[in-house]
Every structure is written in structure tokens, then in C-alpha cells.
């Protein structure tokens, strides 16, 4: 017993003055359905976990082949093949284009517009015009003569003098027989004299045509053994001694750098990067994909 007050005993709750607060009743699973097991939470980390292990596996070891590879590229384009175009156009084709244009173009160009095409130009023009002045306008001219008086001088008295001096008409047929002879003699005679002096004009052509011809030749001789075959000469020593040995150093780079390089690079992605592609495909990503797909077929999302 204690001497302190007592406080007296609450009284008891009456069943009945507040409520039960209700309870959540599990489902009996029924005995007789089939066991089916329920997909684990950690089914879809498990498979993003290998599809970062495949990444690394085996996208980080290309990456890293692919950035070497740029970077064997950039420094071969860099060092050695931008410095080599450049010499190249610098020191060999800008002075070959230029010696070519100067020194083979130019002075061609001018042998055959001044030594054959002018003098055929002039030759032309002068066969033209001996051939209009001195053929074609006397025949046109003798023509028209001949026309003019077989008109007034022969048709026009005879059909006048046809009727009246009928019996005179033989004799006047022997006179025009008699003219037309001497026309055709004297025509005979200028056709002779034109044909004559055609082919005079036609030697002369000839032979101007085979003198510009073997003066052409001798020029082109000239320029040939004077020129382009020193020049030839030159190029082909040029050829030989800086852009063959700058061939064979490039290729002898090549060969000793590039080459084992991407051998060595081959033999190792065979020997490491293939196999463990295979083993990944084998061993990781077609059990991981078989498995992802029950676990989307089993949460309703594939069928």
C-alpha cells in the first residue's frame, strides 16, 4: 500500500462503443490449378545489367579500335600525305603545267595557225577569187554576149528575113553554121586557155600546200629535238628521282606502320573480340533474350 491518492481504474470499454476496424482476408489459392511461378522483381535490372555488360563488352573495344583508327588516319593525312600533295603540286605539277603551256602549247599553237592554217587561209581565199575574176565571170559574161547576139544578130533577122528571103534561107543557114563553128572553136580555145591556167593555179597550189607541208615537218623536227626531248628527258629524270623514291617512302611507311598495324589489330580482334562475341551470343545474349521474353509473356505483354 502507498500513502500517495490512487487514481481509480478507467472503466471497461464496452465491446460495443467503437467499431472493429476490418481485416484484410488472403485468397485461398485453389489446391487443383496449376503452380505457376511469379516473375522476380529483379528480372528486368538483370537484364539491363547484361545489356551494359554486352555494351562494354563489346561496343567499348570497337569504339576504342575506331578511335585509333581515326587517329592513324589524322596523323598520316596530317604528316604525310597533306605535306606530300603538297610538294607534289607545288614542286612537280604546277611547274610541269606550266613548262607544258609555256614552252610545248604555246609554241605549237602558233607554228600551226601561222605556218598552215593562215598561208591555207590566204591560199583559199586567193583560189576563190582567181576562180571568180578570171573563170567565172568571163563565162558568165562571154554567155550573156553570146546570148545577147545569137538574139539580135541571128534569131530576131532570121525570123524577119525567114519569110521574104526564103530562098536566100540556105545561105543564111550555111553563114549561121559557119558562126556557130567559129564560136565553138573560139569557145573550144578559151576552154583550153581556162583549163590551162586551172591547172598551173592547181601545181602552184600543190606545191605551195607540200612546201608549207615539209616546212611544217621541219618546224615540228625542230621543236621536237630541241624541245620536247630535253624536256622528256628532264621529266623522266624528274619522274626517277623525286616522285618514285616519294612513292617507294610512302609505300615503305605504309608497309611498316599501317599494315602490321591492321594485322596486329585483325589478329587481335580475332583472337579476342570474336570469341567473346560468340560467347556473349552463346552464353549471355540468347539465354538473356529467352528469358526476357517469358517474363514479358508471363506479365501479359507479348504473346
Known amino acids: 500500500m502507498t500513502d500517495g491518492p490512487t487514481v481509480p481504474a478507467p472503466p471497461p470499454a464496452s465491446r460495443t462503443a467503437h467499431p472493429i476496424a476490418p481485416t484484410l482476408t488472403r485468397p485461398v489459392r485453389d489446391l487443383s490449378a496449376p503452380h505457376t511461378p511469379e516473375p522476380a522483381a529483379v528480372a528486368l535490372p538483370l537484364v539491363a545489367a547484361v545489356a551494359r555488360a554486352v555494351a562494354l563488352a563489346v561496343v567499348l573495344p570497337v569504339r576504342l579500335l575506331w578511335e585509333l583508327f581515326a587517329a592513324a588516319g589524322r596523323l598520316l ?47 583559199g581565199r586567193g583560189i576563190a577569187w582567181v576562180a571568180r575574176t578570171l573563170v567565172w565571170l568571163p563565162l558568165v559574161w562571154l554567155g550573156r554576149g553570146i546570148a ?77 629535238r630541241g624541245l620536247l626531248r630535253p624536256l622528256g628527258r628532264g621529266l623522266r629524270w624528274l619522274w626517277r628521282h623525286t616522285v618514285r623514291p616519294l612513292l617507294q617512302g610512302v609505300r615503305w611507311v605504309w608497309s611498316v606502320t599501317v599494315v602490321p598495324v591492321a594485322h596486329g589489330v585483325r589478329a587481335a580482334w580475332r583472337a579476342t573480340v570474336t570469341p567473346a562475341a560468340r560467347w556473349m551470343r552463346r552464353s549471355v545474349l540468347d539465354p538473356a533474350r529467352l528469358a526476357s521474353r517469358e517474363v514479358l509473356t508471363a506479365l501479359g505483354l507479348r504473346r
Open 77 to 123: 593525312r596530317r604528316h604525310l600525305i597533306n605535306p606530300a600533295g603538297r610538294f607534289l603540286r607545288q614542286w612537280v605539277l604546277a611547274p610541269l603545267a606550266w613548262a607544258l603551256y609555256r614552252l610545248l602549247w604555246l609554241p605549237l599553237r602558233w607554228c600551226a595557225r601561222t605556218l598552215v592554217w593562215l598561208p591555207l587561209v590566204w591560199l
Open 148 to 224: 545577147w547576139v545569137a538574139r539580135t544578130a541571128v534569131w530576131s533577122p532570121l525570123r524577119w528575113l525567114g519569110a521574104a528571103l526564103r530562098p536566100v534561107g540556105r545561105l543564111l543557114v550555111r553563114g549561121l553554121v559557119m558562126l556557130v563553128g567559129g564560136l565553138g572553136v573560139a569557145l573550144v580555145g578559151l576552154a583550153r586557155g581556162i583549163w590551162w591556167a586551172v591547172r598551173g593555179l592547181g601545181r602552184l597550189i600543190v606545191l605551195a600546200v607540200v612546201g608549207a607541208w615539209r616546212t611544217a615537218g621541219w618546224l615540228l623536227r625542230l621543236v621536237y
